[in-house]
């Protein structure tokens, strides 16, 4: 079965600080990988997609098929960057999302 | 565009009773999914629907869940004899359907309490 897993909850890092937010997941097929956000009393929105090999607010993620991961990463965290993460998994032209549980990442300044 | 909206944003019920949520999708989109999100756990996919049909509800429990998205108004959730597990946060997201990207556009959910 098709599965996703963040497997921190937390990730507490200071301002500048490097960040890496993990992701692995199950399929044995050809995946599309997405990283959504929720930032504190806004709605989960997108924010980047592996296909698009594109970099957003400076994170960039690549797919590592041979790991089977997603790793969201920035160089240089800010504090505005504090929020949820979630990593997601479209496995069909649905597009019907399985999400892994989210790691809340906190920036300290 | 107002984006997606849902209501009510909280709903509290008694053991028993029936919930009904309803989720407006964007203007222009035609394809609407629901996920429930209980307490320190992901988002868990529901159901997926097109106007007036039900593609994949592979994510709904068997019983007293229900979903409609009609060809006019929205789409409603429908839980009957609600019982405390059923308290949750339960999102609803669009897309066009066409040229579908992958992109979910998610409303603010809507946080139902069993009494």
């Known amino acids: 079965a098709q599965r996703v897993t963040q497997p921190e909850k937390l990730l507490s890092v200071f301002k500048g600080a490097p960040v890496e937010l993990k992701c692995n997941y199950s399929y044995s097929g050809s995946p599309e990988l997405f990283w959504y956000v929720q930032y504190s009393r806004q709605r989960l929105q997108l924010l980047l997609r592996?296909?698009s090999r594109e970099s957003i607010k400076g994170f960039t993620a690549d797919l590592n098929k041979g790991e089977t991961s997603f790793h969201l990463k920035k160089p240089f965290a800010q504090e505005e960057d504090s929020a949820m993460y979630y990593c997601?998994?479209?496995?069909?032209?649905?597009?019907?999302?399985?999400f892994g549980s989210g790691t809340r990442l906190l920036v300290r300044p | 565009n107002a984006g997606v909206m849902q209501n009510p944003r909280h709903l509290v019920r008694r053991r028993g009773q029936e919930a009904r949520l309803r989720c407006s999708p964007m203007?222009?989109?035609?394809?609407v999914y629901w996920y429930r999100q209980l307490p320190e756990e992901g988002l868990k996919f529901m159901v997926y629907l097109q106007k007036e049909n039900i593609i994949d509800e592979s994510g709904m429990p068997k019983e007293r869940f229900s979903a409609e998205f009609p060809k006019e108004g929205p789409s409603i959730l429908r839980i009957q004899q609600v019982v405390r597990g059923d308290s949750a946060a339960y999102f609803c997201?669009?897309?066009?359907?066409?040229?579908?990207?992958?992109?979910?556009?998610f409303g603010e959910g809507s946080r139902l309490t069993v009494l």
């Open positions: 997201a669009s897309s066009p359907g066409i040229a579908n990207t992958g992109e979910l556009f």
């Open positions: 203007k222009g989109h035609s394809h």
């Open positions: 592996h296909i």
């Open positions: 997601a998994l479209a496995f069909d032209s649905s597009y019907k999302l399985i």
